[in-house]
Antibody
């Protein structure tokens, strides 16, 4: 059974850097074919892809966020950190950690973490 | 990368059926699509993936009343015997080795 859980600050100021942690179980990012990623949802709006990373250390980022987003993996702890720099009011959203099935679709979702950007 | 187009809303009576559409942009009609359900105040849940032939595979514990199909560039999600708990937002998702793409979502109301 795959589970994922997000943790991190609920409030950040404009221009600050956001770091979110995804703690997961039921899979290992060191195993062939495995992957995980992040999807966000501004209040009242649709889902938006942020980024994903694979067992091979390949990383892919939304073209709109590529310059601001990075991953840090701790394989032994089954954790992945998402870092997003230069936060803006428009980055206010619920951030979901997700599992990427081997051939690419999302098959498990975390509960989500609401991050508000406000001064 | 593909663009996914969904109707913004759909409604149907309790116990009836509703069919949702997800249309792939030109040149991407062969893509598989996944459907996700997001009930109010909840995180999304994977329902199924559908290929271009209409073959679909459902996630764990997805009720039998949910089914999928395809025609050309359109991927369908059909909910039969509509229940009150089916009131939710439904998103389709496409992918390739470099991207994930979501449709704008369809809000389903049960009358």
């Amino acid at each position: 059974q795959i589970t994922l859980k997000e943790s991190g600050p609920t409030l950040v100021k404009p221009t600050q850097t956001l770091t979110l942690t995804c703690s997961f179980s039921g899979f290992s990012l060191s195993r062939f074919g495995e992957g995980m990623g992040w999807v966000r949802q501004p209040p009242g709006k649709a889902l938006e892809w942020v980024a994903f990373t694979l067992w091979s250390d390949d990383e892919r980022f939304s073209p709109f966020l590529r310059s601001r987003v990075s991953f840090t993996k701790d394989i032994s702890k089954n954790q992945v950190l998402l870092t997003m720099t230069d936060m803006d009011l428009l980055d206010t959203a619920t951030y979901f950690c997700v599992h990427r099935a081997e051939w690419g679709w999302i098959d498990y979702w975390g509960q989500g973490a609401l991050v508000t950007v406000s001064s | 990368q593909p663009v996914l187009t969904q109707s913004s809303s759909a409604s149907a009576s309790l116990g009836s059926s509703v069919r949702l559409t997800c249309t792939l942009s030109s040149g991407h009609s062969g893509y598989m699509v996944a459907w996700h359900q997001q009930q109010p105040g909840e995180s999304p849940r994977f329902l199924m993936k559908i290929d271009g032939t209409g073959r679909y595979n459902k996630g764990s514990d997805v009720p039998e009343r949910f089914s999928g199909s395809a025609s050309g560039a359109v991927r369908y999600l059909t909910i039969s015997n509509l229940q009150s708990e089916d009131e939710a937002d439904y998103y389709c998702q496409a992918w390739d080795r470099n991207t994930w793409v979501f449709g704008g979502g369809t809000t389903v109301s049960v009358l």
